[in-house]
């Protein structure tokens, strides 16, 4: 085998190993955003409570809804959008049961304000 015949197969390698520096890998993904996590909140109601904070310029909401009484209502945490709809959170359910909550605002909406609800369990 002659040094020529090894020059194109070596090229070709080098100029894989190149290509391989500078393309991402297949299926690459960005790191995930940290989300900003800057304003608390905190709301009642005779059923319960929740609080939490207010997330990535309003449009995620993270935090906690507690049942405090036995009385066969279930609160959860409701968020209004900017565009006229809202979101529900899942609720607590049994006097003593806490659910942790995470409300998603759609695209070009982000959230207005918070209230507790309930639904009969």
Avoid at 63 to 86: E, I
Wanted: proline residues 4%.
């Amino acid at each position: 085998m002659s040094s020529r015949g090894l020059a194109v197969p070596g090229a070709a390698v080098a100029a894989l190993a190149l290509a391989a520096l500078f393309l991402p890998a297949a299926g690459a993904h960005a790191a995930p955003r940290a989300d900003s996590c800057t304003n608390n909140w905190s709301i009642s109601s005779a059923e319960g409570y929740a609080n939490g904070k207010w997330c990535n310029y309003d449009t995620k909401v993270i935090g906690t809804v507690h049942d405090t009484k036995a009385d066969g209502r279930c609160p959860y945490v409701r968020g209004d959008l900017s565009n006229g709809g809202h979101v529900d959170s899942d609720w607590a359910g049994g006097k003593g049961k806490s659910r942790s909550i995470t409300l998603l605002a759609p695209s070009n909406s982000h959230f207005t304000s918070l209230s507790m609800r309930y639904i009969n369990c």
